[in-house]
């Protein structure tokens, strides 16, 4: 009789094996994951569940951890992210498997659950809708029916015709999904007197268990396949930046002479490809913006808000200027500066068009993802190149650096000036609002410090004893760089001869021909800007406005 009664209550869920239970947790899930990222591809690629949950860390993210992310992983943070993510949800979704071996409801509910995670964070996203949530919700709610399905009781047939041949419990199609999930034998129970009526009556339960993993497995790698596939394709906006026309400028660049170089091999080119220009923005997926249906919108503390069209603003008087662009997070002697020939429109002459409120003391600007920056208006009004631009070293910008139109202001750290995916610009005040980074932490204002770093030779590179070139790129966008000087060792500061620049507002180059003797050497690069200021040696992290400090490199000469 007690044999019996347990037999009932193993009977409601289909044994498996650990590693079995696990695994059907896993497909389950996995299969809801994939649906709604099939939904998501089809409707809003940003919206995919693994992207919007990543999203909203990222939001969440404390700026230490981000820091630390940006320093660890460089640009592949996102990828890391994305990872971590992904390996969490394996185990948890395997943990949700080996519960439903106990508590089958229980691990149901919670795998609908973990997909509605997605859909709460779906639609905290900056401008989201309920309908954002849809393909979450409706993952979730596959998760939790696949695995329902796969847990469902087993039924042999034998069961209606009275207790005494399901009396031990039976490992139901257990082999066979194994076998399906490449997992390890059953842990099936000793045979008992019943194994002759098991047999009879397991196949067609053993085969239909075996039929639902296949089915959901099909299923999870249609839906992922198919989805991942459309979203490519949905958020590919290389045939709408080739069918763009750039119109001339009407202020074009000046002229780059040849010396913008010093001419020294592995110095950072005056000029950055687009390919190589540094990346940084918390945009987990890059935002697919069409410019047949972008618009800009001047809004804000303005007598005459309007918005424009891409076509509007090519039609504006553009102008063409080289320009650097710094990262805050950029450490002494780090990656993240870059400089590019941008064609745009001044910032001024669109604010120009709306009549702005002389209260305002900030321009927010914002972007399609919900990013913003905040940028002293008087930044972008005091006859400085501060334009939206709309095309980078003479391509449509392209979608990583802010496609169709994005900000570019010089003298400031991108953070506070350089809005990729630009949809909205509004005169603010400070104490009305605040922009991303300003709320997490980071400077209200930030200006560029002074930076000179040191290309060649490498760190602990091993150059021959003579004539050596030290070079490098020294920075003080707004400001210019009137010198730079070298010390090797404890020696005396050297000056540099500089690259020429067309502006104040770009990097230079630099160069100074070192006569090394073998040993152990220390190089020390510093810069002095246009206002006569040197920089300091004393150190400063990049939060919460920017690194300082003099950029050291050890060779070994031989
Ligand atoms: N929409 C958006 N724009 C953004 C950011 C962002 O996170 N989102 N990051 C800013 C920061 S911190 C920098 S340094 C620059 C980097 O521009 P780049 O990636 O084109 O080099 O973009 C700025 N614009
Ligand atoms: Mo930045």
């Known amino acids: 009789m007690r044999d019996s009664a347990d037999a009932l209550d193993q009977d409601d869920v289909v044994r498996r094996s650990a590693p079995g239970s696990a695994a059907v947790g ?49 640009t592949a943070d996102k990828a890391v992210l994305l990872g971590t993510i992904a390996a969490l949800l394996v185990l948890i979704s395997a943990g949700v498997g080996l519960l439903a071996r106990r508590r089958r409801r229980t691990a149901v509910a919670l795998a609908t659950v973990i997909g509605l995670v997605a859909a709460v964070a779906a639609i905290s996203r900056p401008g989201a809708s309920a309908v954002d949530a849809v393909p979450a919700v409706v993952g979730a709610l596959v998760s939790g029916f696949a695995l329902a399905l796969l847990t469902r009781p087993a039924r042999p047939r034998g069961a209606a015709m009275g207790p005494a041949p399901t009396a031990a419990p039976v490992p139901v199609g257990s082999a066979d999904v194994m076998a399906a999930l490449g997992g390890t034998a059953p842990d099936a129970p000793p045979p008992t007197g019943a194994t002759a009526a098991t047999a009879a009556t397991a196949g067609p339960d053993r085969r239909s268990v075996l039929v639902g993993v296949v089915g959901v497995a099909g299923l999870a790698v249609v839906a992922g396949s198919v989805g991942e596939v459309v979203g490519r394709r949905r958020s590919d906006v290389s045939a709408a930046r080739a069918a763009i026309r750039l119109p001339a400028p009407a202020d074009p660049a000046v002229m780059l ?58 039609a504006m008087p553009l102008v063409e200027r080289d320009l650097t662009l710094t990262c805050v997070s950029n450490e002494v002697g780090g990656q993240y500066a870059g400089n590019a020939r941008w064609l745009g429109v001044r910032v001024k002459d669109l604010l120009a068009h709306a009549g702005v409120d002389p209260r ?34 003479g391509e449509p910008l392209p979608a990583e650096h802010g496609f169709p139109a994005r900000m570019v202001v010089p003298g400031l750290y991108g953070f506070v000036s350089a809005t990729k995916w630009l949809v909205a610009l509004e005169p603010s005040t400070y104490s009305a609002e605040q922009a991303y980074w300003t709320k997490r932490g980071w400077a209200t204002d930030a200006p560029v410090r002074t930076m000179a770093r040191i290309d060649v030779p490498q760190p602990l590179s091993s150059v021959r004893a003579g004539r050596v070139a030290v070079a490098g790129v020294c920075w003080a966008q707004h400001r210019g760089i009137d010198g730079v000087e070298l010390q090797v060792d404890d020696g005396p500061w050297r000056t540099a001869k500089l ?36 920089q300091p040696a004393a150190r400063l992290t990049p939060f919460p406005s920017g690194a300082q400090g003099w950029h050291e490199v050890v060779v070994i000469v031989e």
């Open 26 to 74: 896993v497909l389950a899930v996995g299969a809801g994951v994939a649906v709604a990222h099939l939904l998501a591809a089809l409707t809003e690629p940003s919206r995919s569940p693994l992207v919007s949950v990543g999203a909203a860390f990222i939001d969440l993210t404390p700026t230490w951890l981000k820091e630390f992310a940006v320093e660890r992983f460089g």
């Open 360 to 393: 305002a003391d900030q321009l927010l600007s914002r972007s399609v993802d919900g990013w913003s920056a905040s940028t002293p208006i008087a930044a972008v009004t005091d006859g400085r190149d501060a334009i939206v631009a709309v095309a980078m070293n």
């Open 499 to 534: 690259g020429s620049v067309p502006s104040d507002d770009t990097w230079r180059q630099w160069v100074v021909t070192w006569d090394a003797a073998p040993g152990r050497h220390t190089l020390r690069a510093r810069a002095t800007d246009g206002t006569g200021r040197t």
């Open 257 to 314: 002479p040849s010396t913008v170089e010093v001419g020294v091999a592995g110095v950072t080119p005056f000029r950055v490809p687009n390919a190589d220009f540094y990346r940084v923005d918390t945009a987990l997926t890059v935002p697919a913006v069409d410019p047949g249906t972008w618009s800009l919108r001047v809004g804000g503390m303005v007598d005459r808000p309007y918005s424009l069209s891409y076509a509007d603003l090519l």
